[in-house]
């Protein structure tokens, strides 16, 4: 095993043999291990060097391939200058573009009121022509004269009324007009206007959005979990410790639970509000009463639980995505148990609305080997939304839908639900909350970037987005749905 040539600082003459992912790729000593990181996600230092060598290795392919590391200061100049021109000529083209359009609108326009002025020029015609006939009015037989000639008058009062009547002139009939209001479609207005397209491809550039950030502050480990609850407060916890917090938006433990086991993931039940757990050690699903009170016991180590509103616990193993009954019982249909696979199913979420449940699946695929492209094996982390029955709703990203260019997600590691259904990702590559259409499974856009990886993500009804990030952090933001959107 190799190590590196730097000593440990905690521990003289210890040489750096592992690197710790749970502590923001801290390299440590044997020692360490043992003690401030035991039980943590380590791995040997010589295969994480040899992927970040990769990277690296990857990184200066990219600047010889762009010509960046030979670029001379009047070069780099150049190109600000062409690229500013680049984009003025851009702005220019779509204004150009826009006073095209806009002219088109005014060429309608015109006909449409000219259309009008002739229709209500014919219709005074009409009137005036009419106006003038009621003068006639004292000559001529009115309805009842007429109704009695009809049935009882003579062949001389007949023929005379008749020969009258002949002779008045009625005007035409006026013409109705209106103008229904069609709504504005912008789509149809995009599609006449033009696309940008980046980096050769044709879609529509999501802007960067902006997220309030309502606090901010150091946990005692980080959040591997987090799941909000009411009062402006959430659970936290991290998957290698035995103990729970629950804490308000600025960090305040208001209470804390001695589990006596490592709790891998907390779930909260809707119906109770109660905190549900599960043990990868003894392969148990747990409820916190006055103290945790096993329900659940597997066949594998469990990596993460949801609780339904119907009290259904969903378990995620190594594999496949399951059901329980609160009691323990394994859910069926029919004679076969409800299952679903997923290679490596780490945070499950379910709808309050829909009831569909959501899993992070990494897909079996280690960061480092995701970033470098080497061992994959055509593996792809994503997210996978499914019903009650954990029939498949849709993944995302499709690999089978290649159209779809707004695939966006990189390597999702938790999700959550928002009022109206659709899916909160946390994605560990890009540093981001991503908002995914929860019926179709497109992108929407992303809601949060920030300066690390995010653990993991929790929404409360209030509309308060809690992150929890690596390296301790906890960020509470302010989510607004689209249609809050100014």
């Given amino acids: 095993m190799a190590t590196s040539q730097s000593g440990c600082a905690r521990h003289d003459g210890a040489g750096m043999s592992y690197v710790c992912l749970d502590c923001d790729e801290e390299l440590i000593c044997r020692e360490c291990r043992d003690d401030l990181h035991k039980g943590h996600n380590l791995h040997d230092v010589s295969e994480v060097l040899t992927r970040k060598r990769e990277i690296i290795r990857q990184y200066l392919d990219s600047l010889s391939l762009t010509d960046q590391s030979e670029d001379s200061v009047e070069d780099t100049e150049w190109k600000l200058r062409e690229n500013s021109r680049t984009f003025r000529s851009l702005v220019e083209r779509i204004r150009k573009q826009g006073e095209v359009m806009k002219g088109a609108i005014d060429t309608i326009i015109d006909r449409l009121v000219k259309v009008c002025a002739e229709i209500e020029k014919h219709n005074a015609a009409l009137l005036e022509t009419y106006k003038a006939s009621q ?19 003579t062949n001389e009062e007949v023929m005379r009324v008749a020969k009258t009547c002949q002779s008045r002139s009625f005007p035409g009939k006026t013409k109705m007009v209106d103008f229904r209001i069609k709504p504005l479609v912008t789509a149809h207005l995009q599609h006449m206007l033009g696309k940008l397209t980046v980096d050769g491809l044709d879609h529509e550039y999501q802007l960067t959005n902006t997220c309030t950030i309502l606090s901010q502050f150091q946990h005692v480990s980080t959040a591997s979990t987090c799941r909000a609850i009411g009062d402006e407060q959430a659970w936290l916890s991290h998957w290698a410790d035995d103990v729970i917090y629950r804490v308000d938006q600025q960090g305040h ?11 891998r993931q907390m779930a909260l039940c809707p119906g109770t509000g109660r905190v549900w757990f599960c043990c990868w050690d003894d392969c148990t699903i747990r409820e916190i009463l006055d103290r945790p009170e096993t329900r659940i016991v597997t066949d594998q180590s469990p990596m993460s639980l949801c609780v339904t509103a119907d009290s259904t616990v969903v378990v995620g193993v190594a594999g496949d995505v399951r059901l329980y ?12 148990p409800c299952r679903q696979s997923a290679m490596t199913p780490h945070h499950l979420a379910c709808c309050p609305q829909t009831g569909d449940i959501a899993v ?3 897909d079996g695929v280690v960061y480092d080997e995701y970033v470098s492209k080497s061992g994959t094996g055509g593996k792809r982390p994503h997210i996978k939304v ?16 290649r159209g779809d260019i707004h695939q966006l997600l990189r390597y999702p590691y938790d999700v959550c639900f928002d ?5 909160l990702v946390a994605d560990w590559a890009t540093h981001s909350v991503l908002q995914v259409d ?3 499974g497109h992108f929407l856009r992303t809601v949060y970037t920030g300066d690390a990886a995010p653990h993991t993500v929790s929404l409360q009804r209030s509309g308060v ?5 690596v390296g301790r952090t906890v960020r509470v933001l302010k989510y607004r749905e689209e249609h809050d959107e100014g």
């Fill in 135 to 153: 003068h006639m009015e004292c000559r001529t037989p009115g309805v009842e004269i007429c109704e009695k000639l009809i049935t009882s008058g």
């Fill in 253 to 263: 433990v208001k209470e804390s639970v001695h589990c006596g086991v490592k709790v």
């Fill in 325 to 336: 009954t609160k009691d323990g019982r394994t859910i069926s249909s029919g004679e076969i």
């Fill in 360 to 362: 992070a699946d990494n």
């Fill in 386 to 401: 499914m019903d009650k029955h954990l029939n498949v709703r849709f993944c995302y990203p499709d690999i089978d839908r």
């Fill in 419 to 423: 009022a109206r259904g659709d899916v």
């Fill in 438 to 440: 929860g019926g179709r």
């Fill in 465 to 469: 987005l809690w992150v929890g990030l």
